[in-house]
Every structure is written in C-alpha cells, then in structure tokens.
C-alpha cells in the first residue's frame, strides 16, 4: 500500500475534525467544570500557604467519572520553574520510589520525570493509594465505576493526574477495549518527562492514546521548559490539543507538537492561563465551532501541504494574513513541518503492516504447499531441503529469509515492550509465531548441518529470536499440559512437528552413531555419544506417546529413518526399549491414523 500526499492530508484533516468531535463530546467542558468546583472549594488558608499541596474530588455524572486534581494554592510559573529539573528512573529507585518502574524495558532502560511533579505525588503518595483502591479492584484488575473514568487537572494539578493515569494503566489488566481505559484531560500542564519517558508511553499499543493536553495559544505553561531552556530534554507525549478564541486542532506527532509549543509562546505574548480562561476558551468553541471553509477543503488537493498547514495554525491562534506568510518565523515553521511529514509519510510507506503482513502470510502459504508437496515425492521437507534434491528447493531460501527477517524484527521490538505490553502483544501474536518456528526453524538446521562438521547447533547456531518464541510459547501452554486428546490424535497426519529443534537432535543423533562407529574416537567421546543416544531414545518416544511429531519422520528417505538403520547396528540384540519395540512393529503406520 503506498503512502501519497493525499493520505498525509487526510491525517491532517482529521486533526481538524477530532478537535471538534473533542469539543462536541462536552469532555471538556465537564472536566473543566470539575477543576472549578475543586478549586472553589479549596480552604481559605491552604490559598495564603507557601508549600504546595493536591487535593482531588470525584465526581459522577450520568456518561462519565471524573477525578480531578489541583494544587493549593494554586500554582504559579515560579513553582513550575522551581522544580523543573528532572528525576531519573535510577534516582527514584535510589529513593525507595520504583512505583513507575514498569516504564522500563530493554529498549529503554531509563526516563525521568519532572521533580516538582514527583515530588508532589511521592508526598499525596497515601491519599492517592486510597483512591486508587476506591476505584479500582486489585484482585480483578479492573475499575470499579461503571461509566467512561476521566482523570483531569490543571497545570500541576495536570502533571498529577497524568501520572495517576499512568499508574492506573499499568494495573489495569490489558484489554482492546479503549473504553475500559481511564482517559487523561489536561489543561495548561508542564512538560513532565523527557524521551525516555515519550518513547516507553508510545510503545505501548493504547496508552498515548489515553492522554489529551489542553493548551491554550498564548499559555506559558505548556511549553515553559522549551522555551526557557537551550537544549530543552522535556518531551510531550498523548494528544496536544491547540486551541484559541479563534479555533482548535488535534496534533499527535511530538516533533511537530514541540514546534508548535515553541513558536505558540513568546516573551510578549505568554500569559499564565488559569482553569477559567480555559473554560471560557471551551465554552466559546463551543458556541461557534469553525465553520472549514468547504470550497477549500473540497478541491483537489495540491502538491503542496502549504496550505493546510495555514489552516490549522489559523485554527490554534496564529494571525497569518497572505503578507505575513512572508515572515521568517511563521516561513521557517511550516517549511520544516512539510519536510518532516513528507518524511514520515516515506517512513510509513517503508513499514505498512499490512502489506508486510501479507507478504509473510503469501511466503508461509509457500512453505506449507512446499511441505505438502515433499510428502508426496516420498521424502520430507527438511530432508528435500537439506539436500536439495530438487530445484525448488533453492527456492525456499529466499522465502525463508523474508519470514526470518520479519519475526526476527517483531521478536526484538516485542522483547524491548514493557512487560505487561509485551505479554499482551505476545499472546496476540504467539500462535502465527509457533507455527512460523516450527515450520522455518527445521529448515535453518538443515542449512546448518548441510556444512560439513557442524555440530551443536544449539549453541552455535540459533538466533535468539527462536528461543524467546519457543520460550514464550512453553509459558503460554503450561498450564494446558495434559496427555494428547482425540483431536490432536486425529489431526497427526496433518502437524508440524511441535519440537522445532527435532531435527538439530537427529543430526546430533546421526553424529553420535558415527563416533561409536569410529575406532579412532576416543573412550571419553563415546561414552558421551552413548549417553546422548540413550537421552535421544527416550526423548523420541516422549515425543511419539504425545502425539508431538509428525509422521514425515518415518519417510523412507528421512534423517530419522538413517539414524534408526545407524542405531540398530550399534546397539545389542538384547537391547529392548519402548522405541524399539515402536519401530520393529512398525506401530508408525498406526501412529499416522491417530491410533497407536
């Protein structure tokens, strides 16, 4: 599927169009509303105090739950600049404080939070665990309201309520359901973390889309840290809704998100907003939602992204009249907006999921008409592919490889996902996975061993990607262990085989039968391929009694049939096993029909 301007400007449009839906739902006006009510009640002499405290309300009302956080008294650009240095995740495990730990991962082991934000939550820390437990069931992992739960603050109050959220989140237990989700409004809030921070809340599927931050055009707050600093290392995440008088606009994309942080505030221009100024801002779009100009956005659509990027800085505040898209500024915006969502669409056409998707589906389809057609040439597919008995068998390699790449990838970005995400993505994807390893992972042993005097693939040759599906597949089935019913009996002919590293035993299996053969082997190598032999043996017939490999291991021409002709010329006529009484008997024929 390729990516053209025209679907860059429908992303576009719909920040547009989401940023209505948002004011339509009446989100903010409800939220807001609760925000005044709080403040409103705030104690005369906690208003006149020179330390910062939170307090919070519940509010029900009939489609929704709020909870709203504010700071008494309320907070000014002084405390925000106060403790605008960050915390890193490491300090705050230091600190007997890991409460957010869950945001690391091997991927990124670090983030940091602001200090004044922490600081304020760690010191609310009892009555916040109160209110956690009044709204959500630790036994469950679900929340106890039986309407939409939305979490609001203003300013600090916002840094709060953001970070409840975010722990809210991660005792949830995970479900595709959004609306079973707290979603997070905030309003005038500071920046409360850096990349770190941005980029463990972006790899989780759903929770960047639970936060929505309010900002007003000309509010300090929002964008204080990238204003007031050189290298600014503050970084937003969620949804930024802009908005003015004049209009609103949905933005997601961080990059342009920061932008537009920074050219919103000037010197001149920034104003400390409090929760009133916002509530007259919602109750005016309100009232007069922005009429799109319908010639404009009806034409066909240029080849320049120009225009509509005039039109949602319009939308946010900015006065831009045909002269002033001449000022250096405002010119340079919006020339390096267009750059960057040029390049994010190239980004997008370079890794569509789903034609990615169908792409590995076609080449598993392959490997399966492949398998099938082995079987009916009378030798297996590890074995055809091993020796490459045929021309087609060449061909595999390139199919092969595109699977391996694919997986490879997903295993390693699933790997880096915080826990809890990851578990969740894992079991999504963990049944294509274990069929994806037991198909292809036969064929990257057969391509090992087919190299003279390899041994130990194990060690040596298998990609860390196998054995974290592997690995993850045994903890999924666990609990389901039991002997074979009537359905996997019946369904053998048909299977892969489950142990995907069969084969690598078989070659060590063939191996070992050659060092017993050798008269120049010493004493202590085949005592260990002895050992091996008898471990391999029952292994074999473990695997048989649960219905666990596939009848292609009987073939006529198989690397297991060899390896039995091997094994019944090194062991003695006395010797009697469970295995060989099996293939004496030729119980296989029987094993195939599912009735051994």
């Known amino acids: 599927m390729s990516i053209s301007v025209c679907d860059t400007f429908s992303r576009f449009i719909s920040g547009l169009d989401l940023a209505d839906l948002v004011v339509n739902a009446d989100l903010l006006q409800l939220s807001c ?11 005369p002499h ?25 700071t008494s008294p309320l907070c000014t650009k002084d405390h925000i600049l106060q403790g605008g240095d960050l915390v890193s995740s490491s300090t705050l495990e230091e600190q007997k404080f890991p409460l957010f730990d869950f945001l690391r991962s091997k991927g990124n082991p670090s983030f940091s939070i602001l200090r004044v934000a922490i600081n304020l939550f760690k010191a609310y820390f009892q009555e916040l665990s109160q209110l956690k437990d009044q709204i959500h069931d630790s036994t469950t992992e679900e929340l106890l309201v039986n309407s939409w739960l939305i979490v609001t603050g203003h300013s600090l109050g916002g840094t709060i309520a953001s970070l409840f959220t975010l722990w809210l989140l991660d005792n949830i237990r995970k479900t595709t359901r959004t609306n079973q989700l707290p979603f997070c409004i ?3 809030s500071p920046l409360i973390g850096d990349q770190g921070l941005q980029r463990a809340i972006s790899e989780h599927s759903q929770w960047n889309s639970c936060f929505l931050h309010v900002a007003a055009f000309k509010d300090l707050s929002p964008g204080i840290f990238i204003t007031s600093q050189p290298n600014p290392q503050h970084m937003p995440f969620g949804t930024y809704f802009f908005c003015s008088e004049l209009g609103c606009n949905c933005v997601e994309d961080p990059e342009v998100v920061s932008w537009l942080l920074k050219s919103t505030i000037t010197p001149v221009s920034a104003e400390e907003m409090g929760i009133d100024d916002y509530s007259g801002i919602v109750k005016h779009l309100k009232s007069r939602l922005i009429m799109k100009d319908i010639s404009q956005l009806g034409q066909p659509v240029t080849p320049s992204l120009r225009p509509e990027m005039i039109l949602q800085l319009k939308a946010i505040g900015f006065e831009i009249s045909a002269q002033q898209q001449q000022n250096n500024i405002i010119n340079d ?5 267009e750059r960057h969502e040029n390049r994010k669409a190239q980004e997008m056409k370079a890794i569509d999921p789903n034609e990615k998707l169908n792409i590995v589906k076609i080449r598993m389809a392959y490997l399966e008409w492949y398998k099938k057609d082995c079987k009916a040439k009378g030798v297996g597919y590890y074995d055809s592919y091993k020796n490459l008995y045929f021309k087609r068998d060449g061909e595999v390699t390139k199919h092969k490889k595109v699977l391996f790449d694919y997986w490879k990838k997903l295993v390693e970005d699933l790997e880096r996902k915080p826990q809890k995400e990851g578990a969740f993505m894992r079991e999504t994807w963990l049944f294509a996975g274990t069929n994806y390893r037991r198909m292809v992972e036969p ?3 057969a391509q090992y061993y087919r190299q003279t005097g390899k041994r130990d693939y194990l060690t040596y040759g298998r990609s860390r990607h196998y054995i974290l599906l592997e690995q993850w597949q ?25 142990d995907s590293c069969f084969w690598m035993k078989v070659e060590e299996a063939l191996i070992s039968c050659k060092l017993l053969k ?3 082997s010493s004493t202590s190598e085949k005592q260990s391929a002895r050992e091996f032999l008898n471990t391999f043996e029952q292994y074999v017939m473990d695997q ?7 009848p292609e291991i009987f073939l006529e021409k198989s690397s297991f049939t060899k390896w039995w002709k091997d094994f019944q010329e090194i062991i003695e006529t006395s010797h009697n096993s469970p295995l060989t009484d099996f293939m004496k008997n030729r119980r296989y024929r029987q094993y195939e029909r599912g009735q051994f």
């Open 186 to 188: 905030t309003f005038g």
């Open 333 to 337: 915006l919006i020339s390096e907006w």
């Open 443 to 445: 064929l990257d042993i």
């Open 46 to 70: 906690q208003k006149l105090s020179s330390t910062l405290s939170v307090r919070h309300k519940l509010v029900q009302q009939s489609n929704c739950t709020i909870i709203a956080f504010a």
């Open 474 to 498: 045994k903890e999924q089935t666990e609990k389901l262990a039991g002997p074979p019913n009537d359905k996997k009996k019946q369904s053998v002919a048909g299977i892969l085989t489950e």
């Open 33 to 43: 509303d609760a925000i005044e009510d709080l403040h409103a009640e705030t104690n």
């Open 544 to 550: 048989i009694n649960n219905y666990a490999v596939s």
């Open 518 to 520: 050798d008269e120049t």
